[in-house]
T-cell receptor, first 111, second 114 residues
Framework: EDKVVQSPLSLVVHEGDTVTLNCSYEVTNFRSLLWYKQEKKAPTFLFMLTSSGIEKKSGRLSSILDKKELFSILNITATQTGDSAVYLC???????????FGTGTRLTIIP | DVKVTQSSRYLVKRTGEKVFLECVQDMDHENMFWYRQDPGLGLRLIYFSYDVKMKEKGDIPEGYSVSREKKERFSLILESASTNQTSMYLCASIETSLNYNEQFFGPGTRLTVL
């Protein structure tokens, strides 16, 4: 059975801190790993990673995938209160259409 | 912009009632999904559909059924609602299986079963 595990489950930091969120996975026929940010309602897409070692970057957020060790990290530098959200990791594999999600990391930024 | 809409943001039903959750997307996407989201359990796939009248069970289909009579509409049905189906329900759609970065979520329906 495919499995995605995120850590920590929750994290509270002060504004300006840098945070690292972790996602490890065990899936058959891995295709891609995705990160989403979920505030009060629907998740919004952040990154899709398919190759090891290539960092994806968007402003203060960046992510990298290690297909050998089966994990990904999401970094957020100089955090702001607007970064407070649940961050979801999901994995897609070849052969079917569905995503397997982790339980999410709840990030709270204190002003 | 792709838009995925869900019929209700909040819904309160009684045990045993039949419940319909509707999802509509306006970009001619082939694949549509229903998830439920519960604290500590993340998003879990209930059912998905890759074409009109086609459906596949996800990880937790028990107690649910779905209907896809038109490409833009994917309905989730709770034949006889139970309290353990109280949850946030999210619908999503993608254009093709090659473009998971194009998966769009609806705003969610928070269902409470009393």
């Amino acid at each position: 059975e495919d499995k995605v595990v995120q850590s920590p489950l929750s994290l509270v930091v002060h504004e300006g801190d840098t945070v690292t969120l972790n996602c490890s996975y065990e899936v058959t026929n891995f295709r891609s790993l995705l990160w989403y940010k979920q505030e009060k309602k629907a998740p919004t897409f952040l990154f899709m990673l398919t190759s090891s070692g290539i960092e994806k970057k968007s402003g203060r957020l960046s992510s990298i995938l290690d297909k050998k060790e089966l994990f990904s990290i999401l970094n957020i530098t100089a955090t702001q209160t607007g970064d407070s959200a649940v961050y979801l990791c999901a994995v897609a594999n070849f052969g079917n259409e569905k995503l397997t999600f982790g339980t999410g990391t709840r990030l709270t930024i204190i002003p | 912009d792709v838009k995925v809409t869900q019929s209700s943001r909040y819904l309160v039903k009684r045990t045993g009632e039949k419940v319909f959750l509707e999802c509509v997307q306006d970009m001619d996407h082939e694949n549509m999904f229903w998830y439920r989201q519960d604290p500590g359990l993340g998003l879990r796939l209930i059912y998905f559909s890759y074409d009109v009248k086609m459906k596949e069970k996800g990880d937790i289909p028990e107690g649910y059924s779905v209907s896809r009579e038109k490409k833009e509409r994917f309905s989730l049905i709770l034949e006889s609602a139970s309290t353990n189906q109280t949850s946030m329900y999210l619908c999503a759609s993608i254009e093709t299986s090659l473009n998971y970065n194009e998966q769009f979520f609806g705003p969610g329906t928070r269902l409470t079963v009393l």
